[in-house]
């Protein structure tokens, strides 16, 4: 079952079930996985939890654990599905006329007038069922769509889930607040949509940290708080320098074109604006003098406007664990999501147990540890981008850019796990859109391939929508990545639960592309 459907009926039948828990490996299944094992410890819900990577993994797990899986509906329900003919119509015999109109020059008139009149009843009774047929399609897609799972984050949805049954606590909150941010960080959804889940959050947030000023209320050591922040879009820069932070932000780095000399001397003027001296914002955070970090987001705020950055600041969420811990839900993302693809264990489950550990607020440890990773998978794509910008490696298509991460390229094997390599494809083409003078490639989308793996000779296909503040984020390579695939009987394995991308054999490469070219033509 879908995270987006979980409802409240469907708990309630499970609560006296042995569970079969199917994750995904990304950061918002993750949270939804915790606040779900949260609610099952509540209820002593017994359950099996199975990381799954893609469509095979589903279908292993299922195979070994089918004897647990039961129909969690009864017989007599209405699953509420529509029929075919509810939402299709062949429209062969909509305009036919009768076969005996053929005889009509050989019938009396009376007759002829008969016949008439009973063809145009039964026009005038075919146009009233189409309009009654329309109108319940319309009612059936428009249900469809209010529930519809692209751009919902599964953390949200689980939850609802626990707010509906007052079971909901400030560590699910704080969950729900860190999947709906791995949907923005990786540019899941859009701006409004964000902005709009985060003023529902708001609402939880001050309802769970609520503390009236005539109680004693004495902080114990692990206690927990979250609070609505208005922060700087800098990745990590509370636990990095600024200086570094700057350097490998994605928002920084294609407003200040930072991939080129001229970009590097802006960011000197920038921080000259502030008035920021470099033996400040090169020493980590922690250690800056307190009078500047005091001012920091107002004198960063005031300089950026005049560097044409106006939203440097966005609507974001940060929590403090005791006294010492303070975290935003950005960082938390950067961290769980490098834990998930970390190389230097590569193990699929292992990998995804420790990232699920490093959302308890009990493992400080391995979120630190996960923060490490992440600032060094951002220096590597951002080292990555002013390679392909600089070397011109990105290539018009026609209908689409391409680049092709050769083997040999540095950190070329980051880029085969594909949370990293969506998060480096974003980021070349925001940068490559604010680098090139060509009107026409900056609407254009994005294909990017990298190795994946040598011995079975394959590279990892993802396709992304054009880089425009109007965009929807839905994604149509899926469907166009299938067909090329079978129009040019090319030997790729569509595998991943995001159909965008995709496994393709080395050697098909080129037929592939040209059959993509050909289709988006």
Request: one cysteine or more.
């Amino acid at each position: 079952m879908f995270l987006s459907d979980f409802r409240k009926e469907f708990y309630d039948v499970i609560v006296n079930q042995r569970v079969l828990l199917l994750v995904a490996s990304d950061v918002d299944a993750l949270c939804a996985c915790k606040i779900l094992q949260a609610l099952f410890q509540c209820d002593h819900v017994q359950y099996t939890l199975v990381p799954v990577a893609g469509w095979q993994d589903l279908e292993t797990a299922f195979l070994e654990h089918k004897e647990q899986v039961k129909l969690l509906i009864k017989q007599d329900d209405d699953l509420g599905v529509p029929a075919y003919d509810d939402l299709f119509r062949d429209e062969e015999d909509e305009n036919s006329e009768d076969s005996g109109n053929e005889s009509e020059g050989s019938e009396p008139s009376e007759k002829r007038r008969r016949f008439d009149e009973a063809a145009l009843e039964r026009r005038i009774d075919r146009r009233r069922q189409r309009r009654e047929w329309e109108e319940r399609r319309r009612e059936i897609l428009f249900e469809y769509e209010q529930y519809e799972y692209h751009g919902t984050s599964s953390a949200m949805v689980i939850f609802e889930l626990a707010w509906i049954m007052s079971k909901d606590s400030n560590d699910m909150l704080w969950w729900a607040i860190v999947g709906l941010t791995d949907q923005w960080v990786h540019d899941k959804i859009t701006h409004i949509k964000y902005v709009t889940d985060v003023g529902i959050v708001q609402r939880h947030v001050s309802r769970h940290n609520h503390r009236n000023e005539d109680e004693e209320n004495t902080l114990s050591i692990d206690c927990m708080r979250i609070s609505f922040d208005y922060d700087l879009r800098l990745a990590l820069y509370q636990h990095w320098s600024l200086y570094e932070s700057m350097c490998n932000s994605s928002y920084t780095y294609s407003n200040l074109k930072l991939w080129s000399i001229q970009g590097l001397k802006r960011l000197q003027e920038f921080l000259a604006d502030m008035g920021l001296p470099l033996k400040e914002v090169r020493q980590k955070f922690n250690s800056m003098d307190m009078s500047l970090k005091e001012n920091l987001q107002e004198m960063i705020e005031e300089s950026a406007n005049k560097f044409g950055m106006k939203d440097i600041r966005m609507q974001t969420f940060s929590v403090h664990f005791g006294f010492k811990n303070k975290f935003l839900a950005s960082d938390v993302v950067y961290s769980a999501a490098s834990l998930l693809e970390n190389l230097e264990k590569d193990n699929g489950n292992e990998n995804f147990i420790e990232a699920l550990d490093s959302l308890s607020r009990s493992n400080p440890d391995k979120l630190q540890q996960g923060l490490e990773l992440a600032k060094q998978q951002l220096r590597a794509i951002h080292q990555t981008v002013a390679s392909c910008i600089c070397t011109n490696l990105i290539v018009s298509q026609g209908p689409f850019l391409y680049c092709y991460l050769q083997e040999g390229t540095p950190d070329v094997k980051i880029y085969s796990k594909p949370i990293c390599l969506k998060l480096l494809c974003k980021h070349l083409l925001k940068c490559f859109v604010r680098s090139t003078k060509n009107k026409r490639c900056k609407v254009l989308p994005l294909v990017i391939a990298a190795p994946m793996d040598l011995e079975k000779g394959t590279v990892i296909v993802i396709g992304i929508p054009p880089e425009t503040e109007s965009s929807d984020k839905k994604n149509f390579f899926g469907k166009a990545f299938e067909k090329a695939a079978e129009n040019t009987s090319s030997r790729t394995l569509h595998d991943h639960f995001d159909t965008s991308i995709i496994e393709l054999k080395t050697e098909d490469r080129s037929k592939f592309l040209d059959a993509l070219i050909s289709l988006l033509s």
